[in-house]
């Protein structure tokens, strides 16, 4: 049971306070409700382009690393298509450093020309690393447009395109932080050796003064229902072909989600899952395979990839797929094989709220998604999915007009 004290401060600004007093630790966290979709089609990356923009100094602290590396501490930050974090792990008594270092980032984060460029350079390559001379690095930018064709979701976090970044605006750039990167649109945690008490007076007086800005609308266009299959053929300088398939599935908040990430560790959690025995042990057509979901805040996919062997045709494995898909969809799942799941699903939640920053996270996560108390709840969701769920969720989702697919072929290994 992870327990915590919520309160409100004047300015909107949500937060959480998680006693841990057998750490000498302290975590404070910061989230905003602010992601990829929140961009405009013109002008996207810009969420991930803050998450380095954050560490480019403030007002009051032109370097934001060292006075924190001096108190002991470390900091990092991550960035989805939902949702931006930022996290500082210190020793607790040196807490008050990074209430420094935050508020003044988020009251005063060093927006102007120099900054811009620094870190538009270091986005733009992370881009070319990654994405454009990476193998395989540019599949998210086809799979979402192909899925996609309305919802912002049609984009991934690091932007649809690499001219967006490297032509952003200062005055964008600057607007983007306005509107989203404020107190009404924040949730702070705080986890680990610290009282209520304590953080309720730093938090009121490193973030009670800040102007609360509006909360951000989030008006996202609904995703129509896609009513024919998708098909797309790439050919790359790749070492081996390479088949993707997605389906539209459910929210995070719906049913649904906890069914099909259940299916998806049926189909490939560990080497006795059925997609490894089956295509990868006995029948031999890839050389890895993975089914998962996305886990999106709005509708979001159910995916299944894998590289083929030489000789294998996409036909060959689409269709050997297929048929995994149609068993699972027909055939009740046995009760130990869906046992066997939920025990590993279970000892992976466990093992990770033993970890501080784990708890703080999730305690963040599951406030923006409605009530921090299903840190506590949340793992009932999964072990309740039952065999009869799992054919009904299935028949529902797996249909060929419902999926998108692509054929990514190497030049020098086409089938």
Do not use: C
Not at 165 to 181: G, H, P, T
Not at 357 to 376: C, K, M, P, Q, W
């Amino acid at each position: 049971m992870v327990l915590f004290e919520k309160f409100t401060l004047a300015n909107g600004m949500r937060v959480i306070v998680h006693e841990d007093h057998y750490t000498p630790m302290a975590v404070l966290n910061i989230l905003y409700d602010v992601g990829a979709r929140d961009e405009q089609e013109d002008k996207t990356g810009f969420a991930h382009l803050f998450e380095h923009l954050m560490f480019g100094g403030s007002k009051n602290a032109p370097n934001f690393d060292e006075p924190l590396q001096r108190a002991g501490g470390e900091s990092n930050a991550f960035t989805s298509n939902d949702i931006t974090n930022y996290y500082d792990i210190l020793p607790s008594y040196n807490i008050e450093t990074a209430f420094w270092l935050e508020s003044d980032r988020m009251s005063a984060l060093n927006i102007n020309s120099a900054s811009l460029e620094v870190q538009r350079k270091v986005v733009s390559e992370e881009f070319k690393e990654h994405y454009l001379n990476q193998p395989y690095g540019d599949v998210w930018h086809k799979l979402s447009s192909l899925a996609f064709k309305v919802h912002p979701y049609k984009w991934p976090t690091i932007g649809l395109d690499l001219s967006h970044i490297e032509q952003a605006k200062l005055q964008d750039v600057s607007n983007f932080f306005q509107n989203y990167y404020n107190p009404a649109n924040a949730i702070l945690v705080l986890g680990g050796n610290i009282t209520v008490p304590q953080a309720k007076e730093l938090t009121e007086k490193w973030f009670g003064k800040i102007p609360a800005g509006k909360k951000a609308e989030k008006n996202f266009p609904k995703e129509p229902a896609q009513k024919e299959k998708r098909k797309l053929e790439v050919q790359a300088e790749v070492p081996l072909n390479a088949f993707f398939k997605t389906w539209h599935m459910g929210t995070r908040d719906s049913r649904n989600f906890y069914v099909m990430d259940i299916v998806s560790d049926i189909l490939s959690e560990g080497s006795s899952s059925r997609l490894y025995q089956s295509l990868v042990k006995t029948k031999k057509l890839f050389s890895d395979i993975d089914a998962s979901v996305t886990g999106s805040f709005d509708e979001g996919l159910f995916m299944v990839e894998g590289r083929l062997l030489d000789n294998v045709t996409m036909e060959q494995a689409e269709a050997a797929i297929q048929e995994e898909l149609e068993a699972i969809k027909s055939t009740p799942v046995q009760a130990y094989e869906l046992q066997k799941v939920k025990n590993k699903v279970e000892s992976t939640h466990t093992f990770a709220e033993v970890n501080l920053l784990s708890r703080v996270t999730h305690l963040a996560y599951f406030e923006l998604l409605g009530d921090a108390n299903r840190i506590n709840s949340e793992i009932n969701n999964f072990l309740s999915v039952t065999e009869e769920e799992i054919m009904q969720e299935s028949k529902k989702i797996l249909t060929e007009d419902n999926s998108s697919v692509i054929y990514y072929y190497s030049k020098n290994k086409q089938s």
